[in-house]
């Protein structure tokens, strides 16, 4: 690889589409972000397909830009959020808004399911390795089948978000292995299961599923049209690509046995990259399938920053638009001891519940502990405290191996505070690897590896160094006292 070639990642995540330039050592050189507000309304979380083209092209122009007089784009590779649903027709043209991963419409098709076969959840699980969300592909495409079928019947696919991308940009219809094993379907193989095909109702429709493809694996190239929306050459190789978790395990150098990565991001996520699949704890978590014959066995607890960006808006109104809202809102949470003087917080965010560490979609965020003695202080150093609790909890249901360090990825990372947390909360060492953008990254280097710089995509997600916070123990008694107060406030709200 010549010293001016450079790769491109794109990450299109839920509420921020973002692209970023890196050279031939996985160094970011440049990158740009536009946000992509999700519309929320009853249950139901969508995206506006022109609003989300418009940020993936303004944002990949803005590198094509950055790339002038320092090198030449040789490949892009694609990164989104897993599973959810962007219905096409034949000629490509989304048909109605982009169905997010958060969505709750298919509740009623996994109610008809269980209504029918009370063990369907755990068969469904031994077969795909992931507790069912009613944000996957299947079960959504299901409850459009009958609840517009008028539409439906225009349809050509039902894609995923990057695939979406990856089609306008090269024309080409497909998904990858990543995608295709969580939709739900089989980990073992790392592909689509007939049989979870046929037990949503799908197999007469199963021609809406795309094609699926290694997330190595060159998809189609940049065309002419695409070329002259987002400014890249035409004709640029586009790899298939993975989900923004796989992509986070592959760019922060966590494709490797044995290595703990955390994702604390708008999803709170802890996981342990395994050489086989692993199904236990049954009817738990998820199994994400990774290139080169690897799983990624993951606890999420669905929220992340999430939590304290919400926390924030409604608290600490009068910091909005501040250069230092982040510098101010450290503050108000260094100054309170741990335990946050009582109060817990449980972050359970999502409209979509939880499904670790158990699978409760009725599950929701809320505080306890408040008296009219609690200020906003204890209340945002009770949400920091309830994530990182929250990371203790998923620890504990991998069981990763003794001393092993958590790499932890996402924007809740750059706070040393929440990594300080973190440490003391989970008694292991927190490692931030060094760079950003981890979700762009693993997918430049997936492109990468379509190209033949590396021999293999575990080969380009070799480990890279980074910040490292220890647990110091100074505050052992007062962390285990939060700790027995998060359970309990835990165990009186999940079913």
């Not at 794109?10 to 999700?38: I, N, Y």
């Not at 139901?44 to 303004?58: G, I, Q």
């Not at 109610?111 to 755990?122: F, G, K």
Request: glycine letters at 12%.
């Amino acid at each position: 690889m010549a010293t001016t070639d450079l790769l491109l990642g794109l990450d299109a995540g839920s509420s921020v589409c973002k692209a970023a330039l890196f050279d031939g050592a996985g160094r970011l050189v440049a990158m740009a972000a536009e946000p992509t507000p999700l519309l929320r309304a009853g249950g139901r979380v969508e995206s506006d397909p022109a609003r989300a083209w418009a940020a993936a092209s303004t944002v990949l122009r803005r590198m094509a830009q950055a790339a002038e007089g320092r090198g030449r784009i040789v490949g892009l590779g694609l990164s989104g959020a897993m599973v959810g649903g962007w219905v096409v027709d034949a000629a490509g043209q989304t048909l109605r808004s982009g169905i997010n991963w958060e969505d709750s419409r298919a509740g009623w098709v996994i109610d008809r399911l269980r209504a029918a076969n009370p063990q369907v959840l755990s068969e469904i699980f031994a077969v795909s390795g992931s507790a069912l969300q009613q944000g996957c592909t299947l079960p959504l495409l299901a409850a459009l089948l009958e609840e517009e079928p008028a539409l439906m019947a225009r349809a050509a696919a039902i894609l995923t978000y990057k695939d979406w991308l990856r089609l306008r940009l090269t024309g080409v219809i497909a998904t990858d292995a990543s995608e295709a094993a969580v939709s739900p379907g089989d980990a073992r193989s790392q592909a689509r299961s007939a049989a979870l095909i046929d037990l949503f109702g799908l197999t007469g429709q199963a021609r809406l599923l795309p094609p699926v493809l290694p997330s190595a694996g060159i998809a189609g190239h940049v065309t002419a049209r695409a070329a002259a929306e987002t400014g890249l050459p035409e004709g640029l190789p586009v790899v298939a690509g993975a989900g923004d978790v796989v992509a986070n395990v592959i760019g922060a150098g966590g494709l490797r046995p044995g290595a703990i990565i955390g994702l604390l991001g708008t999803t709170c996520m802890v996981g342990l990259c395994r050489p086989e699949p692993v199904f236990t704890p049954p009817d738990l978590g998820l199994l994400f399938s990774l290139p080169d014959g690897h799983w990624f066995r993951a606890m999420v607890n669905v929220a992340g920053t999430l939590n304290l960006d919400w926390a924030v808006s409604l608290l600490c109104p009068d910091l909005a638009g501040r250069a230092d809202l982040w510098d101010r809102v450290t503050e108000m949470a260094a100054r309170v001891p741990v335990g946050s003087r009582g109060v817990t917080y449980l972050p359970y965010l999502s409209e979509s519940g939880i499904i670790a560490p158990v699978a409760d979609p009725a599950a929701r965020a809320g505080f306890g502990g408040l008296t009219p003695a609690v200020g906003r202080d204890e209340m945002i150093r009770a949400v920091y405290e309830g994530v990182a609790l929250s990371i203790a909890d998923l620890c504990d249901l991998l069981a990763p191996p003794e001393g092993a360090p958590i790499v932890l990825t996402g924007g809740g990372g750059r706070s040393a505070l929440w990594c300080a947390m973190i440490a003391e909360a989970t008694g292991r060492e927190v490692i931030v690897p060094d760079g950003q953008e981890f979700g762009a990254r693993g997918a430049a280097l997936l492109a990468a590896t379509a190209l033949g710089l590396f021999g293999s995509v575990i080969e380009a997600s070799a480990a890279v160094a980074g910040r490292s916070t220890l647990p110091t123990g100074a505050e052992s008694g007062a962390w285990a006292a939060a700790r027995a107060a998060y359970r309990h406030a835990r165990d009186r709200a999940l079913r």
